[in-house]
Structure formats: structure tokens, C-alpha cells
């Protein structure tokens, strides 16, 4: 390289002499620098190599036992008017937030090296792509900033075309959680994240660039920054239709992704495209459709439930070049987490002799990063620089009654509304309580860069300016039974809904028509195969009641986000309350 950006490396010395780090190092992306850092860590002890023969270039890493998930209520978007980063953010003005963060960083790479980690998310020479610049003291961040994004020399070199980049600033301190801050300045396009090495927390390419900064971002340009997957549904005639699907944290993102159809559908001759499982960059088309990019280019997944018959796709790119997390290990060293089969595991996740009356052997949050290319179903138009048109966007929750298996909204604005109003019962991938229904707009809850009701106005104006808008759906693949078990088989059997989805979009079926939406009719949802039919009725009941008991909740939330909620949105739930009367 002969030239760089001096705002870049300006940054970059202030930043070093300010944390006192030992060594700077900017990272080129190459195959020798990987491997360089990844017998750093098996020296030290970051990484732990894994059985060379069933996991060749596997490596767990077993993180502090108390950083293990993002920490939402420690994460806070500093915005110059509290009033921008709305009441669904922690907020705190930015001159305080910079003293704090100050404070912290201050000497704390003493003895480390500062590794520089240019970056772009989404495809190198797509006009959608937007890039960042990592400053990190974890080589573990490295390795797995490789793997979820287009980092190293080409990134950089498009940063200095472009002569911008969103700053990241990450530092795993000393892993207190009293220190830990995840800090947004959505103004100033830049990150600060200090005490934590847990995915969601460090990898600052993920979560707190590609969707809180750049919602900001792409609020002010005219796009959507989303909490999506992106899939490529091929039909037995060959035709591929783009779906994006947004559902909370540990909710089958991932699952849905790389999906393996049922066995029916397969002969048929169905196939599925993986072109991304978490975030999708939603931008309006000349033609008026809406085209989506991912701008990741590897996946970040939770490892429990993944099995040959859950996700056999996802097992099939763990067993190379994959990086763990979190996960147990068998007598002979391979990677095991519960769900997987059943093996007995050797070593918990914390490294410690297995012992049922500690709990899992893998941390319920514990993951798998691998590269986008390393999956079977792997889509190369997860690289056309214009992405892809979607069909249908699907917002999906994990709600034990109520929501029914699928539902239409009847256009867009419906539809805005429907995701504003997503409610779900909380994972493990963030800390707190598992199990608790909250709402959870467009899955957007913890990332969000600013106020909601911006948000959904910012929706309503994108949806305006297409001429042909995605249909938009809700999905609940988690209804329960009176015993508590999951009434839909999910998995490859979502294909089956999808279907319907598909000939929706495309005017081939009718649907019944109720005040919250559309639902299939009898007999809609092909079954044929299932060894067991499925209560279909209760999936699909339209409960008056308990709909009216939901709307007026729907109301009560939106009430936190005024005076910013959208008129149309209140119209919308006017609406559908006047019409269950
Ligand atoms: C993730 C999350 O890691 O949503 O994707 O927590
Ligand atoms: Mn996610």
C-alpha cells in the first residue's frame, strides 16, 4: 500500500498512544496472517485446536464464563438529543460517553498489540456496501472479522476510494462486567466497545455497524438496515424467488437460511438458496421492487439444536475451517453441544470434566462461525452487487398461543404494522430472563440505531416509494400445545408455508380475510408426507378474544413512542379494532 487515508491513520495513532498499545499491526486479510494469529492464541491458550482428523482447522474458544452473550442493558446509542435514540435505547449524551470511554481505554493495551482491521460489509464493488475499520487488542476478533466480513487489503483499498469508514474502537479490557460498555454514536459513525470478547459485543462489523449505525445510515439515505435472513426459494420449475425474514435473536434464523426441504418437495425438485442468515441491506430499485444485499460474508450461529436432521447444511460447514464458541467436547475432541446426537460430552463448555448437575455442557448461547462459501446451499448472488429482488418479507416471533402459524398482511402499511407490533419470547443470546413475551419490533429491539417511531415512518416512506412491494407476513413456527409441546414440526417442514407465501405473492390462492390479516384457508398448506398431521386448526384459529386483548397491548406499546408513532400506524390498529368491534 503507498498511500493512506490520514484520517485513518490519524485515528489509528491517537487511538494506540491513547491505549498504550505495544505493537500496531493492520491486518491484510491473508491466509499466513490467519494463520500467524491462530498459533498466537493456541500458544496462549485463546484457542484450543480441535480433533484434526473428524475437524481439520477447527478451534474452540471457551470465553470468560461471564461473557457470554450481548449485554443489552450495558449497550447505549449517544445521540446529541435523547429524544433520537427514542426510549427503545439505553442513551447517554456523547460528551459523557466519550469521558467514560476515555477513561477506560486509557493504557489498557499496555503490553498488547493493536490490530487494525479494515473491513467491508457487503460485496467488495456493490454501491450498497458500506465500510468500517475495527481497532481491536483481541486476535480472536481478528479471526472471526476474517470470517464474517470482507476484511483485509481489498476493504481498505475501497476505504481509501471512498475516503469514509465507520470507526469501531474494541478492547476485551480486563473482562470486567462492572467495565463493560457497548457505546453508538450514530452521529459521528463511530463504535466504542470495551470488556466484553462475546460475538454480538466485539465483532463490531455485526450488530453494532451493519444494524445500529447503519439504520442511522440508512435512514438518512433511503434504505433499510435489518435483522433479516435472505434465502432464494427455487421452484421444480426453476424459478428463484428472494424471501427476507426477520425473527429475534436464536429464533431458527439460521435454520431458515439454509433450510433443507422436506422430502416430497425435494423429488419435486425445490431447492433453497442461502444468501444470508441475519442481516439484510434493503434498498428501493429503479423498477420500484426492493433489492437486498447481505452484508455479511459469514455466518454466526447458535451451535445448540443444530443436528443432521435440524440443519444438516449447517453441520455439513462445520467440519472445516470452522471457529467455536462456547461448545463442549467429546473424549476425542470434537466439538458437541446438546442436540447434536447423543454422544456423552468429555469437557463442558467451561473445561470442565462434564457433570449433568452443572447444567449443559454447552453454553445455551454458545455458536459456530464459519464462512458464508463453506455452505452447501451457498448462493453466489450473495455477491451481485445489486442483491436481490424480494418477494416477501416475513416477520417471525416465538409465541406459545396466539400468533397464528402464518398470516398476510393486506399491503404495506398493514404490514409496517404488523412488524412494529412483533412480540416474542426471549433466547439466551442476550443476557437477562429467558422466556419472557416482549415486543420486539422488527426483531430490531436491541439494534435499533435511533427512536422507533422514526423507524416506522422511515418504513412507511420506503414502502412509498415502491411500485412493487415485497408482501409482507407474520410467522409463529413455536405454537404449543396443552402438554407444551411445539405443534408444527418447523424446520424443512417451513417449506410448506413458504409455499403458500410464494403463491400469495403471486395471486394463485385465495385467503380468508380477517381483521388482523389473511390466513390460509382449509387444506391450503400442502401436508402431504408428514408422518404425523399437525393440529392445523389450532395453528391457524383466529381467536377473537385473545386478538382484541393483543391490540389493545398493540396500542399500550405504541403509547411509549409517542408523540413519534406514525398516523397511519394508528389508523391501521383504528382499523382492525373497529372492524373486531
Ligand atoms: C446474533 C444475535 O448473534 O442476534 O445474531 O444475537
Ligand atoms: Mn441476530
Redesign the pocket.
Known amino acids: 500500500m503507498t498511500f493512506r487515508l490520514a484520517s485513518l491513520t490519524k485515528w489509528v495513532e491517537q487511538a494506540a498512544a491513547h491505549a498504550r498499545a505495544d505493537h500496531v499491526h493492520w491486518c491484510d486479510g491473508s491466509d499466513a496472517e490467519n494463520q500467524r494469529l491462530i498459533d498466537l492464541m493456541l500458544e496462549t491458550g485463546d484457542l484450543v485446536r480441535l480433533n484434526e482428523q473428524t475437524h481439520p482447522d477447527c478451534y474452540l474458544h471457551r470465553s470468560d464464563p461471564d461473557d457470554v452473550?450481548?449485554v443489552e442493558h450495558l449497550t447505549y446509542v449517544c445521540t446529541e438529543d435523547p429524544h433520537d435514540a427514542g426510549p427503545n435505547n439505553n442513551w447517554m449524551a456523547p460528551d459523557e460517553a466519550h469521558a467514560l470511554m476515555d477513561d477506560l481505554f486509557a493504557g489498557c493495551m499496555e503490553g498488547r498489540t493493536l490490530y487494525v482491521v479494515p473491513y467491508c460489509m457487503g460485496p467488495i464493488d456493490s454501491p450498497f456496501s458500506r465500510c468500517g475499520v475495527e481497532i481491536t487488542d483481541s486476535p480472536y476478533v481478528v479471526v472471526n472479522m476474517r470470517l464474517m466480513t470482507r476484511m483485509g487489503s481489498d476493504a481498505l483499498e475501497r476505504i481509501e476510494r471512498d475516503g469514509s469508514f465507520v470507526k469501531g474502537l474494541h478492547s476485551t479490557g480486563d473482562l470486567d462486567p462492572e467495565r463493560r460498555f457497548i457505546v453508538h454514536f450514530p452521529e459521528e459513525l463511530s463504535i466504542q466497545s470495551f470488556g466484553s470478547g462475546y460475538?454480538?459485543n466485539a465483532l463490531l462489523g455485526?450488530?453494532c455497524h451493519a444494524l445500529r449505525i447503519a439504520s442511522h445510515q440508512a435512514r438518512t439515505e433511503g434504505w433499510l438496515a435489518e435483522?433479516m435472513l435472505i434465502v432464494g426459494i427455487e421452484n421444480p420449475a426453476g424459478e428463484v424467488r428472494y424471501l427476507a425474514a426477520a425473527f429475534?435473536?436464536?429464533c431458527g434464523?439460521t435454520n431458515m437460511a439454509m433450510l433443507i426441504p422436506p422430502e416430497p418437495y425435494r423429488e419435486a425438485g425445490w431447492k433453497v438458496w442461502t444468501l444470508g442468515?441475519?442481516?439484510a441491506w434493503l434498498h428501493p430499485g429503479q423498477d420500484g421492487r426492493l433489492y437486498a444485499i447481505n452484508p455479511e460474508a459469514g455466518f454466526?450461529?447458535?451451535a445448540p439444536g443444530t443436528s443432521r436432521s435440524t440443519n444438516p447444511n449447517a453441520l455439513a460447514m462445520l467440519n472445516k475451517g470452522a471457529i467455536f464458541t462456547n461448545v463442549a467436547v467429546t473424549e476425542d475432541n470434537q466439538p458437541w453441544w446438546e442436540g447434536l446426537d447423543d454422544r456423552v460430552p468429555a469437557l463442558d463448555w467451561r473445561g470442565r470434566k462434564y457433570d449433568p448437575s452443572n447444567g449443559p455442557a454447552a453454553h445455551p448461547?454458545s455458536?459456530f462461525t464459519t464462512s458464508m462459501q463453506a455452505c452447501p446451499s451457498y448462493s453466489d448472488q450473495a455477491e451481485n452487487p445489486d442483491g436481490v429482488p424480494i418477494d416477501a418479507i416475513i416477520f417471525g416471533g416465538r409465541r406459545a398461543q396466539l400468533a397464528p402459524l402464518v398470516l398476510q398482511a393486506r399491503d404495506w402499511e398493514h404490514g409496517v404494522l404488523v412488524g412494529a407490533a412483533m412480540a416474542s419470547e426471549t433466547t439466551a443470546?442476550?443476557a437477562g430472563q429467558v422466556g419472557v413475551v416482549r415486543r420486539d419490533p422488527m426483531a430490531m429491539k436491541?439494534?435499533g440505531g435511533y427512536h422507533f417511531g422514526d423507524y416506522w415512518q422511515h418504513w412507511l416512506e420506503v414502502g412509498q416509494q415502491l411500485t412493487h412491494p415485497p408482501a409482507i407476513f407474520q410467522v409463529n413456527w413455536f405454537r404449543r400445545d396443552d402438554e407444551g409441546g411445539f405443534i408444527w414440526p418447523g424446520f424443512g417442514d417451513n417449506l410448506r408455508v413458504v409455499e403458500w407465501i410464494l403463491d400469495r405473492c403471486r395471486g394463485q390462492v385465495s385467503a380468508v380475510e380477517t381483521p388482523v390479516g389473511f390466513l390460509p384457508e382449509d387444506g391450503a398448506i400442502d401436508l402431504s408426507g408428514l408422518k404425523r398431521a399437525p393440529d392445523m386448526n389450532a395453528l391457524l384459529a383466529y381467536d377473537v378474544d385473545g386478538w382484541r386483548r393483543e391490540l389493545s397491548e398493540m396500542a399500550g406499546f405504541f403509547q411509549e413512542f409517542e408523540p413519534r408513532v406514525p398516523e397511519s400506524l394508528h389508523g391501521q390498529l383504528a382499523r382492525a379494532s373497529a372492524e373486531i368491534g
Open positions: 452473550a450481548r460475538g454480538g455485526k450488530k435483522h429475534p435473536s436464536a434464523k442468515d441475519d442481516i454466526f450461529g447458535v448461547n455458536r443470546a442476550a436491541p439494534f
